[in-house]
């Protein structure tokens, strides 16, 4: 053995000795109607506190490494102050339990379950957490996850005076997976983070389902979005992969990209409405009504560049399928945009984005791009698909034998003077389009796809079920 070797053993052992705990972990059972403060002072080091069902009054703080875990039926249920569980050590953890009853102060950030900084690899797991201010809130908790939970926030509150269902701030590393979330103000908001993970979380009745604010090198991935204002809004963050997710009926916006750089969106898929071969995504409430509830007046908070003329509602479906304001060297490949007002508002302010192989399907109006630079949506011989691009492909080769240019100069007019739209029908305006038509170099600068798709490069995407634990059946679910 060499010296090395034995001084790494050997290393190992004492730091082993100084770390092990002065006695032996333990799982322990609380009964309800007790003193849980005082459990979580007798505990030791690593024990384990089941809680037996019935309510065990809160509020209660974790100040050391131990697990609080719920029998079938037991609560915790808050004095209507402050946050109802706060974990304060590293890897302290709280599952299978149900959590309501926090204050309702925002500046105090009440929440179900607060982790604060000191509480590295925290886990909140299998939990229903409800009628809190927010849910959960990771603050400055490192490598913590938040897993299958459901939450359901606050609805008797206007939007602004809600919270989160999931908070981030500045916790590098942290999960957030497989949770279901329902009502409040949005869904996840994350600040000042980075190399977090939100993967397979589905959000109803929020205003944002997933709303990212300076946070870096980071996953969105699998989730999906029903009735919410706009189901992801990525601001002021680099380097991110939006990939897999889902935006069904929300009011304004699918996706949401302001001053979002470098990014990677793919295999993303917005529908304007509720597609009618849905499965029942809502045991409670349509969609239209998730919705409605997701509204409640105006937000102090809601500084997403808004269009009230292209806004969607429950009847006409999304404003806008995806939104790209001073967005660049972003790619976006392999989504699915059906059914909005707008497909894509694209402003001048984003350079150096590539758009290819994506599905543009059935939207009023396709494109809205109000620049006079020309973008070629085309990348690597290979553009996107457009259902209104009447065109043919003669040689078989699956691209369109003419360019597709969505917009004209008459589009450009009726975007700077509405009252336009009353001549749209008049001989004038028909020969108008006709010669840009057979002259294009009478075409404005703006969007032209050089090699449109002439199908679809994808099978229309069929909505995911719920996942079973997600189902509002889900009550105090044995963590696993």
């Not at 604060?116 to 299998?126: D, F, K, L, Q």
């Not at 001053?259 to 409405?273: L, T």
């Not at 239209?288 to 509204?295: I, Q, R």
């Not at 560049?305 to 972003?330: H, L, M, Q, W």
């Given at each position: 053995?060499?010296?090395?070797?034995?001084w790494s053993l050997c290393a190992g052992f004492v730091v082993a000795l100084a770390t092990a705990s002065p006695a032996q972990a333990a799982e322990k059972s609380v009964p309800a109607g007790g003193d849980l403060q005082l459990e979580v002072a007798a505990a030791a080091e690593g024990d384990v506190l089941v809680l037996q069902p019935g309510i065990h009054a809160g509020p209660v703080r974790l100040d050391k490494r131990i697990t609080l875990q719920g029998k079938p039926g037991a609560i915790?249920?808050?004095?209507?102050?402050?946050?109802?569980?706060?974990?304060?050590?590293?890897?302290?953890?709280?599952?299978?339990?149900?959590?309501?009853?926090?204050?309702?102060?925002?500046?105090?950030?009440?929440?179900?379950?607060?982790?604060?900084?000191?509480?590295?690899?925290?886990?909140?797991?299998?939990?229903?957490?409800?009628?809190?201010?927010?849910g959960v809130y990771l603050h400055g908790a490192p490598e913590s996850v938040v897993e299958r939970n459901l939450i359901i926030g606050l609805r008797d509150v206007r939007t602004a005076e809600a919270g989160n269902g999931i908070s981030v701030w500045n916790a590098p590393g942290a999960k957030v997976l497989g949770n279901r979330i329902l009502y409040g103000r949005d869904g996840i908001f994350v600040i000042t983070s980075r190399r977090n993970l939100f993967q397979g979380n589905w959000f109803?009745?929020?205003?944002?389902?997933?709303?990212?604010?300076?946070?870096?090198?980071?996953?969105?991935?699998?989730?999906?979005?029903?009735?919410?204002?706009?189901?992801?809004?990525?601001?002021?963050?680099?380097?991110?992969?939006?990939?897999?997710?889902?935006?069904?009926?929300?009011?304004?916006?699918?996706?949401?990209?302001?001053?979002?750089?470098?990014?990677?969106?793919?295999?993303?898929?917005?529908?304007?409405?509720?597609?009618?071969?849905?499965?029942?995504?809502?045991?409670?409430?349509?969609?239209?009504?998730?919705?409605?509830?997701?509204?409640?007046?105006?937000?102090?908070?809601?500084?997403?560049?808004?269009?009230?003329?292209?806004?969607?509602?429950?009847?006409?479906?999304?404003?806008?399928?995806?939104?790209?304001?001073?967005?660049?060297?972003?790619?976006?490949?392999?989504?699915?945009?059906?059914?909005?007002?707008?497909?894509?508002?694209?402003?001048?302010?984003?350079?150096?984005?590539?758009?290819?192989?994506?599905?543009?399907?059935?939207?009023?109006?396709?494109?809205?791009?109000?620049?006079?630079?020309?973008?070629?949506?085309?990348?690597?011989?290979?553009?996107?698909?457009?259902?209104?691009?009447?065109?043919?492909?003669?040689?078989?080769?699956?691209?369109?034998?003419?360019?597709?240019?969505?917009?004209?100069?008459?589009?450009?007019?009726?975007?700077?003077?509405?009252?336009?739209?009353?001549?749209?029908?008049?001989?004038?305006?028909?020969?108008?389009?006709?010669?840009?038509?057979?002259?294009?170099?009478?075409?404005?600068?703006?969007?032209?796809?050089?090699?449109?798709?002439?199908?679809?490069?994808?099978?229309?995407?069929?909505?995911?079920?719920?996942?079973?634990?997600?189902?509002?059946?889900?009550?105090?679910?044995?963590?696993?």
């Open positions: 053995m060499t010296a090395r070797l034995t915790i249920e808050g004095n209507g102050t402050g946050s109802v569980v706060t974990i304060l050590a590293a890897e302290g953890s709280v599952q299978g339990l149900e959590v309501r009853g926090s204050g309702r102060d925002l500046e105090a950030m009440d929440a179900g379950i607060f982790v604060e900084r000191t509480a590295a690899r925290a886990v909140i797991a299998a939990n229903r957490i409800e009628n809190n201010l927010y109803e009745g929020v205003r944002f389902a997933v709303h990212y604010m300076y946070t870096n090198d980071s996953e969105v991935s699998g989730n999906v979005s029903i009735g919410s204002h706009a189901a992801l809004a990525i601001m002021f963050s680099d380097r991110l992969v939006i990939r897999g997710n889902w935006s069904v009926g929300s009011r304004d916006h699918g996706l949401l990209f302001n001053f979002a750089n470098n990014a990677r969106i793919e295999d993303n898929v917005v529908f304007g409405r509720l597609p009618e071969a849905s499965p029942d995504v809502s045991p409670e409430a349509s969609p239209a009504e998730l919705s409605a509830a997701a509204g409640g007046g105006a937000d102090a908070e809601d500084h997403v560049p808004r269009d009230e003329s292209e806004a969607g509602d429950a009847e006409a479906g999304t404003g806008k399928c995806v939104f790209i304001y001073n967005a660049n060297r972003n790619v976006f490949r392999g989504n699915w945009f059906e059914d909005c007002a707008v497909g894509i508002h694209f402003t001048a302010g984003s350079e150096r984005n590539q758009l290819s192989g994506n599905a543009f399907v059935s939207s009023r109006t396709q494109v809205k791009y109000v620049g006079t630079r020309s973008l070629d949506w085309s990348s690597g011989g290979r553009g996107n698909y457009w259902s209104d691009n009447a065109s043919f492909d003669l040689n078989g080769d699956g691209i369109a034998d003419e360019a597709y240019r969505p917009n004209d100069i008459i589009d450009r007019i009726v975007w700077t003077y509405p009252v336009a739209k009353l001549l749209l029908n008049s001989p004038g305006i028909q020969v108008i389009r006709w010669a840009q038509k057979q002259f294009p170099a009478l075409t404005p600068g703006g969007v032209v796809d050089t090699r449109p798709l002439i199908k679809p490069p994808a099978p229309r995407p069929v909505l995911p079920d719920l996942p079973a634990w997600l189902s509002l059946s889900v009550h105090n679910a044995e963590a696993g």
